[in-house]
């Protein structure tokens, strides 16, 4: 009769069993979305794609498919995880590339993919109809690697699909079938075998057994996102134990937290997976670039070529970055630079004889930048859930006015907050004019200084839907009055009150100036473009401030219209209203990398500081000590105003599409704002205010 311990043991041994199959059945599942997410990229962007940028073509220049076999349904994700999968899709294609182009005809190459899912990568590059692959036609050979039960099914499909199964050459000789396990399938150049990567010693057998420590034969282990799930000291064993073949290669792709896991979108990010019980782990110890250049040295591979998804972006040729914007009206250039941020792409290998072409390295180079700490001011919490982004706000009066935005679908109500020193009163204003402007976001809704009027200027619909109208919202009447409209649409631009009562527009999305001058007097809208060849395109979120005392005004960073540069500087410039030729003329021009901003707010708190913040940057991401900063503008310094680690740890903080506010309190409000984090869901300020410190 069994005692009651070994009753118990027994209990506790079904239970992790029970566990570790349902963490198992939840990390596949992320595979489900994956390819699911490749399905929408192979509908909307490769029929789109030249045959110089499409991986799937005939010679007849007819698109294959080949996700529909494992998603039949059209999918349609957003416009970002479109671009994001296209992304991962050219990054271990372009890997690959750099391998079979470096290595001698001569050699047999196998590519072996860790946790491979559904990826259908080898039927892609093996289908001989495919002219965009012939190079590895003769050459190649794979091994689809996976959980048991995912193989399964797999296997099933390979096996009822004719297109599939004569790619293989399953169809055409039999005896490379192994009926006898369901999980288990052998061609000439194609190989699925189960294992659970977690078993160290199944994985070394397993390697054995397909012969992969023959010297002649290159090795290039895939892993996209598979080993994320892993303990680090799990993965890293099969790491290692690749590096201890001759002339072998691993690319990985997976998750990144270089400012550590509270940053806003790695917060979102991390607690996603914790919620569908696939918890990121290896990503908590090998959080950076460098830390990943560590570990593949530590475990064998000497050589490594490391960067994130966005130097992947900036190193596809011009041409094809072009092609890429004309697929779909993309404008969430802010949530692409955190979702690059947050992804590595590592090439390692232990052939000393490989050299990472010019094209395929990332640069290293970055460092960071240590401020010294602005002792006069800090943030505090300010409850403000108006849970808005991408509207605009300015004060009039001792009241804030927040139009339009997003909560998510556009709107074009009007929020009036009264700021009080412990509390935020809000309240939808009801209008009383019967035409009102349609809902709208990316706009500016700025004070006309001498009159108790707000001037909304342009925004959008949807992306490829910009606005020309312009109104005027009177306080008084509570009316609005529509104006002269733009020659052209024009949205994501920025906009400041000038001394005299007239409006100054700088860029935007638009095919018109790169500067207007709104005449108040005459309603009349005038390009006041400076005479400076750094105007010569249009600035796209950047940040703008005049301060009256000084008479100069500031624009801070800004991307160019090609979703790729975004300026690292700020350009000073003095306004003189009696000039009627040339009223905007740039002072002075400062660079740094802090400044490398897109969707940045700037505001003046004195002559001789400019507070600047958030917004998202090509280079990295900004932390607790640089997200805010600020900027004496004539002895060029440059100071951090920490967030606390209280609300950077706890608050809902995400510095994107709000907007900022100088009150008569001498208060500065973050207003609004958020974004949403890829595919993890949305993070909205709750609201955040700057006040002076008493000496």
């Given at each position: 009769m069994?005692n009651?311990?070994?009753?118990?043991?027994?209990n506790?041994?079904?239970?992790?069993?029970r566990?570790?199959?349902?963490?198992?059945?939840?990390?596949?599942?992320?595979?489900?979305?994956?390819?699911?997410?490749?399905?929408?990229?192979?509908?909307?962007?490769?029929?789109?794609?030249?045959?110089?940028n499409?991986?799937?073509?005939d010679?007849?220049?007819?698109?294959?498919?080949?996700?529909?076999?494992?998603?039949?349904?059209?999918?349609?994700r957003?416009?970002?995880?479109?671009?994001?999968?296209?992304?991962?899709?050219?990054?271990?294609?372009?890997?690959?590339?750099?391998?079979?182009e470096?290595?001698?005809?001569?050699?047999?190459i196998?590519?072996?993919?860790?946790?491979?899912?559904?990826?259908?990568?080898?039927?892609?590059?093996?289908?001989?109809?495919?002219?965009?692959?012939?190079?590895?036609?003769?050459?190649?050979?794979?091994?689809?690697?996976?959980?048991?039960?995912?193989?399964?099914i797999?296997?099933?499909?390979i096996?009822?699909?004719?297109?599939?199964?004569?790619?293989?050459?399953?169809?055409?000789?039999?005896?490379?079938?192994?009926?006898?396990?369901?999980?288990f399938?052998?061609?000439?150049?194609?190989?699925?075998?189960?294992?659970d990567?977690?078993?160290?010693?199944?994985?070394?057998t397993?390697l054995?057994?397909?012969?992969?420590?023959?010297?002649?034969?290159?090795k290039?282990?895939?892993a996209?996102?598979?080993?994320?799930y892993?303990?680090?000291?799990?993965?890293?064993?099969?790491?290692?134990?690749?590096?201890?073949?001759e002339?072998?290669?691993?690319?990985?792709?997976?998750?990144?937290?270089?400012?550590?896991?509270?940053?806003?979108?790695?917060?979102?990010?991390?607690a996603?997976?914790?919620?569908?019980?696939?918890?990121?782990?290896?990503?908590?110890?090998?959080n950076?670039?460098?830390?990943?250049?560590?570990?593949?040295?530590?475990?064998?591979?000497?050589?490594?070529?490391?960067?994130?998804?966005?130097?992947?972006?900036?190193s596809a040729?011009?041409?094809?970055?072009?092609?890429?914007?004309?697929?779909?009206?993309?404008?969430?250039?802010?949530?692409?630079?955190l979702?690059?941020?947050?992804?590595?792409?590592?090439?390692?290998?232990?052939?000393?004889?490989?050299?990472?072409?010019?094209?395929?390295?990332?640069?290293?180079?970055i460092?960071?930048?240590?401020?010294?700490?602005?002792?006069?001011?800090?943030?505090?919490?300010?409850?403000?859930?108006?849970?808005?982004?991408?509207?605009?706000?300015?004060?009039?009066?001792?009241?804030?006015?927040?139009?339009?935005?997003?909560?998510?679908?556009r709107?074009?109500?009007?929020?009036?907050?009264?700021?009080?020193?412990?509390?935020?009163?809000?309240?939808?204003?009801?209008?009383?004019?019967?035409?009102?402007?349609?809902?709208r976001?990316?706009?500016?809704?700025?004070?006309?200084?001498?009159?108790?009027?707000?001037?909304?200027i342009?925004?959008?619909?949807?992306?490829?839907?910009?606005l020309?109208?312009?109104?005027?919202?009177?306080?008084?009447?509570?009316?609005w009055s529509?104006?002269?409209s733009?020659?052209?649409?024009?949205f994501?631009?920025?906009a400041?009150?000038?001394?005299?009562g007239?409006?100054?527009?700088?860029?935007?999305?638009?095919?018109?100036?790169?500067?207007?001058?709104?005449?108040?007097?005459e309603?009349?809208?005038?390009?006041?473009?400076?005479?400076?060849?750094?105007?010569?395109n249009?600035?796209?979120?950047?940040?703008l401030?005049?301060?009256?005392?000084?008479?100069q005004?500031?624009?801070?960073?800004?991307?160019?219209?090609?979703?790729?540069?975004v300026?690292?500087?700020a350009?000073?410039?003095?306004?003189?209203?009696?000039?009627?030729?040339?009223?905007?003329?740039?002072?002075?021009?400062?660079?740094?990398p802090?400044?490398?901003?897109?969707?940045?707010q700037?505001k003046?708190?004195t002559?001789?500081?400019?507070?600047?913040?958030?917004?998202?940057?090509?280079?990295?991401?900004?932390?607790?000590?640089?997200?805010?900063?600020?900027?004496?503008?004539?002895?060029?310094?440059?100071?951090?105003?920490?967030?606390?680690?209280?609300?950077?740890?706890?608050?809902s903080?995400?510095?994107?599409?709000?907007?900022?506010?100088?009150?008569?309190?001498?208060?500065i409000?973050?207003?609004?704002?958020?974004?949403?984090?890829?595919?993890?869901?949305?993070?909205?300020?709750?609201?955040?205010?700057?006040i002076?410190?008493?000496?």
């Open positions: 069994k009651l311990t070994t009753i118990k043991q027994t506790k041994n079904v239970k992790q069993e566990r570790k199959k349902y963490a198992d059945l939840a990390i596949q599942g992320t595979n489900n979305s994956s390819i699911a997410s490749k399905r929408s990229v192979e509908l909307l962007y490769l029929p789109k794609l030249s045959s110089a499409n991986f799937q073509m010679k007849n220049n007819n698109l294959l498919e080949y996700f529909k076999f494992f998603v039949p349904k059209k999918i349609k957003s416009p970002c995880i479109n671009r994001g999968y296209w992304l991962r899709l050219f990054a271990i294609r372009s890997r690959l590339n750099s391998i079979i470096q290595t001698p005809q001569d050699k047999k196998v590519v072996v993919n860790l946790g491979c899912g559904y990826d259908p990568l080898p039927f892609q590059l093996l289908d001989t109809n495919n002219i965009q692959s012939q190079q590895y036609h003769d050459r190649v050979s794979f091994i689809d690697i996976d959980y048991s039960d995912l193989l399964k797999k296997i099933e499909l096996k009822t699909i004719p297109e599939l199964s004569k790619i293989i050459g399953l169809s055409e000789d039999k005896d490379y079938v192994d009926d006898s396990n369901v999980d399938l052998t061609t000439p150049k194609y190989l699925a075998r189960p294992c990567l977690n078993d160290s010693k199944m994985f070394s397993l054995n057994e397909c012969q992969l420590y023959d010297p002649n034969v290159v290039v282990f895939v996209e996102v598979s080993l994320a892993m303990k680090p000291e799990r993965s890293d064993s099969i790491i290692e134990a690749t590096s201890k073949m002339n072998s290669h691993f690319i990985i792709l997976e998750q990144l937290i270089p400012k550590g896991p509270f940053e806003p979108f790695s917060k979102q990010m991390l996603h997976f914790k919620r569908n019980d696939s918890p990121l782990q290896s990503v908590l110890k090998y950076t670039i460098e830390s990943q250049v560590q570990r593949f040295n530590k475990l064998g591979f000497a050589y490594v070529n490391v960067g994130d998804m966005f130097q992947l972006w900036e040729d011009e041409a094809t970055k072009k092609e890429l914007l004309k697929v779909e009206p993309f404008d969430e250039l802010e949530e692409f630079h979702f690059c941020h947050h992804y590595v792409l590592c090439h390692a290998t232990n052939y000393k004889e490989f050299a990472f072409a010019q094209g395929f390295l990332f640069d290293r180079s460092s960071e930048i240590n401020l010294t700490v602005d002792e006069d001011y800090q943030l505090l919490e300010c409850e403000c859930p108006i849970n808005r982004k991408f509207g605009d706000a300015d004060v009039a009066g001792n009241d804030v006015f927040y139009m339009g935005g997003s909560n998510p679908y709107v074009n109500e009007i929020l009036q907050l009264s700021i009080h020193h412990d509390k935020i009163d809000m309240k939808n204003i009801e209008v009383s004019s019967s035409e009102v402007p349609v809902a976001m990316c706009h500016t809704f700025t004070t006309i200084s001498r009159n108790n009027q707000l001037l909304l342009g925004g959008r619909k949807a992306p490829h839907q910009g020309s109208d312009n109104w005027i919202f009177d306080m008084k009447t509570r009316e529509m104006i002269k733009l020659s052209h649409t024009r994501r631009h920025s400041c009150s000038l001394p005299d007239n409006v100054l527009i700088l860029g935007g999305v638009t095919e018109g100036p790169a500067m207007l001058l709104y005449n108040v007097t309603e009349i809208f005038k390009d006041v473009t400076p005479k400076d060849e750094f105007f010569q249009s600035l796209v979120s950047a940040g401030e005049f301060d009256p005392v000084s008479k005004g500031i624009i801070l960073g800004g991307g160019f219209m090609d979703q790729t540069t300026s690292d500087k350009i000073i410039f003095k306004y003189d209203a009696e000039n009627a030729t040339e009223p905007i003329t740039v002072i002075k021009k400062l660079q740094h802090l400044f490398q901003r897109y969707g940045s700037i003046y708190i002559p001789r500081k400019l507070l600047i913040v958030g917004g998202t940057s090509p280079s990295g991401l900004f932390d607790r000590t640089n997200s805010i900063i600020s900027l004496d503008p004539l002895s060029e310094t440059l100071t951090s105003i920490p967030i606390s680690r209280r609300i950077w740890e706890d608050h903080l995400m510095l994107a599409g709000f907007s900022l506010v100088s009150t008569s309190m001498g208060t409000h973050i207003i609004g704002g958020g974004a949403t984090c890829y595919g993890f869901g949305s993070v909205t300020n709750v609201g955040l205010k700057l002076a410190i008493a000496k």
